[in-house]
């Protein structure tokens, strides 16, 4: 696999003969637990990435908006009429000066000034930053999807293979 | 009855239609929603066409007085991303549709009833 990417390392297995590796296992129903909890923990995984990716979809509009925010204060020659959300739901009329300046929310309750310039090309790096988070989060998540299949595949095969054997009587007692 | 044995091959193959699968119905999902986007930006072009007097338009967080002009220009440039967005997507979705169809063929092909691959 990718030694690149740190993938943590739970390749789920692909069982390529059923039959011989069920030969060197103690029952089908320990191969199912065993193969049922894997893709429980797959499941659990699944939804992390899921969350995280959720979590980078919202951020990334409201990066794209503020950017775009600064961009129109960069271009303003004059006095521009707004109205801004003061609280919610309670919305107020503003004039604002032309400025050099402008301040960003850094997180933290944390403010700092920035030129037009600077403030662009922060938050271009941190919607690129944004962006490259979601694609990575992707690949996990597609990456988790394999597993979760090649797991289900499993079981079904483990399964089938387990009814088909007690149907020709393999194991268990055959009755007289 | 005997089924066909799964091979390493056949699980890519089982692997990859999930995924696309999965990939097909996000573009779709968000095709309709850039579609809505763009009905709105539209229609709100024809208003902005008809108002003399300026334009409150949503910049960032908040709303600025635009001249007509200005909001115009904005307003296009809003359409034309999104209409390049919207045919990025199609594609995305008609790429995914055909590759989806050619898989159903191979493993149907293989497994028949054994396997199900509906979307």
């Known amino acids: 696999m990718d030694s690149a990417t740190q993938r943590p390392n739970l390749n789920s297995f692909f069982i390529e ?33 899921v969350d995280q990716r959720e979590n980078l979809k919202e951020k990334i509009p409201d990066i794209e908006r503020t950017l775009n925010a600064v961009k129109h204060l960069q271009k303003q020659a004059e006095t521009q009429k707004t109205n801004f959300e003061l609280t919610n739901g309670l919305w107020i009329e503003a004039e604002i000066p032309k400025a050099e300046h402008v301040f960003l929310w850094l997180g933290a309750n944390v403010m700092v000034e920035y030129s037009h310039e600077e403030a662009v090309t922060l938050l271009s790096n941190n919607l690129e930053q944004g962006i490259k988070s979601l694609e990575k989060a992707e690949d996990d998540l597609a990456y988790m999807k394999d ?11 483990v399964y089938n293979w387990g009814v088909k054997q007690r149907r020709t009587g393999g194991a268990p007692k055959v009755e007289q | 009855m005997s089924e066909p044995n799964v091979t390493w091959e056949d699980q890519d193959m089982i692997n990859e239609f999930g995924r696309l699968n999965n990939k097909m119905h996000e573009l779709t999902a968000e095709l309709t929603e850039k579609q809505t986007q763009l009905d709105d930006t539209q229609e709100a072009e024809s ?31 809003k359409t034309e991303s999104l209409e390049k967005e919207i045919e990025k997507l199609r594609e995305g979705v008609a790429d995914c549709k055909k590759r989806l169809a050619e898989l159903k063929v191979k493993l149907y092909g293989k497994f028949g009833n054994a396997i199900n691959l509906e979307e």
């Open chain 1, 17 to 49: 003969d059923v039959a011989q590796y069920m030969s060197t296992q103690e029952s089908t129903e320990a191969v199912l637990e065993q193969l049922n909890n894997e893709y429980r923990k797959f499941k659990y995984l699944e939804g992390r990435l």
């Open chain 2, 47 to 77: 208003e902005v066409m008809l108002a003399d007097e300026d334009v409150r338009f949503i910049i960032g967080e908040a709303f600025f007085f635009l001249g007509s002009d200005a909001a115009q220009e904005y307003i296009t440039e």
């Open chain 1, 147 to 157: 597993q979760i299949t090649v797991t289900e595949v499993n079981i079904a095969r």
